[in-house]
């Protein structure tokens, strides 16, 4: 029987793929600029505690706070400047970002100053990350219509995993291979070598915004027309957004899905002091973090396809529930199956809830005034980030310290897991308010989908897409 089901998933999945082809060049440029802002990211947040322990002596937890901080201020700057985003357009935010975040890794990559390091990291690296990935986000939105729009975020979702994927082993590779290397006079070790490499694929970003992507937009219809700037005043913008009880659902979800978000931060800022403690300094960190790219990089385009019918929130309540109890496999001990089981776990919960959370947020955002929306949505995240950085460095010095007879790791991943299991306990509890309609019969099994023929199959998607998008509406909209 699943020899029999597993093609139909794949050609579902591959027709929903090809729907893509009606979009504009701009979706692709979109997911090109995803691919390279990731790695960026990626390479350089998995070693970003490392780097400051080893080139600058900071402590666990100073480290960890100074992660927490970045973070809170990548936070800040995205709630600060979210408006910023609908008045620029999708080009010219991208490319005043990408300009930002080149600049600041070089600085960090030659920098000997901890001062310097410390001061990009609180203001130029962050500004430039708040006008990368919800920009990109929003221009999803924009290059695509509801007939290609769900398969569409969930290969965005599939090409920052790529990038994840690639910036694990090159990270072991850099750590291992090129432990110093001379740049114009400069000699970098391999920490400051994968910053760099981060510099040159933030570059890449400038020359394929500047040589191919417009401020448009791909109608219902199939046209590509010119997309007008938000020209109305921030005040009165700000005045519809809080009387709008489609942002305040929007606020309270983002709050609930914290915990499972941060298990993520913990793989970067925890898990590889962790395992170069528990294993030694050759520990391959690198290669266990890609198991999670790896497998979402198949999962979301699968999973993708296949529950389009299915109700969004229950994706999101069950994929959070694998990957906020995915924590409590790493206290059985320090070993390697455990790590991989882990990261197993955690990637199948991922690819389930996290393509849904763009989705989602995008749908329930003001045509617009996504930026705005967005980034007040992201106030609940502001002491959150900060918290999970500071977080990391305690547990680490107090339960997981260089001596080897006083660690108790166990503990302090049972604690991490608590944090992350909070969240769908959470949204389950609050079930109702997140998700004010109930389930309807427009809501269609995917297994139904599979079986029509290519003129069903037209209907079909014009259903799942009324049953993805119900329960999004507010009460007066749905009247």
Request: include cysteine.
């Amino acid at each position: 029987m699943a020899l029999l089901w597993f093609p139909l998933l794949i050609e579902k999945t591959w027709t929903s793929i090809l729907l893509l082809k009606q979009s504009p060049r701009e979706l692709w440029l979109i997911y090109i600029t995803k691919f390279l802002s990731s790695f960026s990211y990626f390479s350089y947040s998995l070693i970003l505690t490392l780097y400051l322990s080893n080139e600058f002596g900071f402590s666990d937890e100073k480290a960890g706070w100074t992660y927490g901080a970045y973070g809170f201020m990548s936070v800040l700057y995205g709630m600060s400047l979210g408006w910023i985003v609908d008045y620029l357009g999708v080009r010219y935010a991208l490319l005043l970002g990408a300009v930002i975040g080149c600049l600041s890794r070089l600085v960090l990559a030659f920098s000997s100053s901890s001062h310097w390091v410390v001061f990009v990291l609180y203001t130029f690296l962050p500004f430039s990350e708040s006008l990368g990935i919800p920009i990109m986000t929003i221009g999803i939105k924009r290059y695509t219509n509801s007939n290609n729009r769900t398969i569409a975020y969930s290969l965005f979702y599939t090409f920052m995993n790529i990038a994840a994927l690639l910036s694990g082993p090159i990270v072991d590779l850099c750590r291992t291979r090129w432990s110093h290397w001379t740049i114009l006079g400069h000699s970098l070790d391999s920490l400051q070598l994968i910053i760099l490499c981060g510099s040159f694929s933030t570059f890449c970003i400038i020359l394929v915004v500047l040589l191919g992507m417009r401020n448009i937009q791909f109608m219902e219809s199939g046209d590509v027309c010119a997309y007008p700037s938000n020209t109305t005043p921030l005040a009165t913008q700000l005045k519809q957004v809080v009387h709008d009880s489609s942002f305040w659902r929007l606020a309270l979800f983002m709050f609930l899905l914290v915990g499972v978000r941060l298990v993520f931060r913990h793989v970067d800022a925890t898990l590889p002091k962790y395992m170069i403690r528990e294993f030694g300094n050759d520990a391959p960190f690198g290669a266990f973090y890609a198991i999670n790219p790896s497998l979402v990089i198949i999962l979301v385009p699968l999973v993708g396809a296949w529950s389009k019918g299915v109700d969004s929130f229950r994706m999101i309540l069950f994929g959070s529930f694998l990957s906020g109890a995915s924590v409590f496999l790493l206290c059985f001990g320090p070993h390697y199956i455990c790590i991989a089981s882990f990261l197993i776990v955690l990637s199948i919960g991922e690819a389930i809830y996290s393509p849904r959370v763009y989705e989602y947020t995008m749908q329930v955002s003001g045509e617009g005034r996504e930026g705005l929306y967005t980034s007040l949505a992201s106030i609940p995240l502001f002491g959150v980030v900060l918290f999970a950085g500071g977080m990391s460095g305690y547990l680490l010095q107090h339960f997981c310290p260089i001596e080897t007879a006083q660690r108790e790791c166990n503990k302090m991943w049972a604690i991490i897991g608590m944090f992350s299991f909070s969240s769908p306990l959470l949204l389950f509890l609050f079930r109702h308010v997140i998700q004010p309609f109930p389930p309807t019969s427009r809501e269609v099994s995917p297994r139904l989908v599979s079986s029509h023929s290519d003129d069903d199959d037209d209907g079909m998607e014009q259903t799942i897409t009324s049953a993805w998008q119900y329960p999004l509406l507010s009460e007066e909209d749905s009247s």
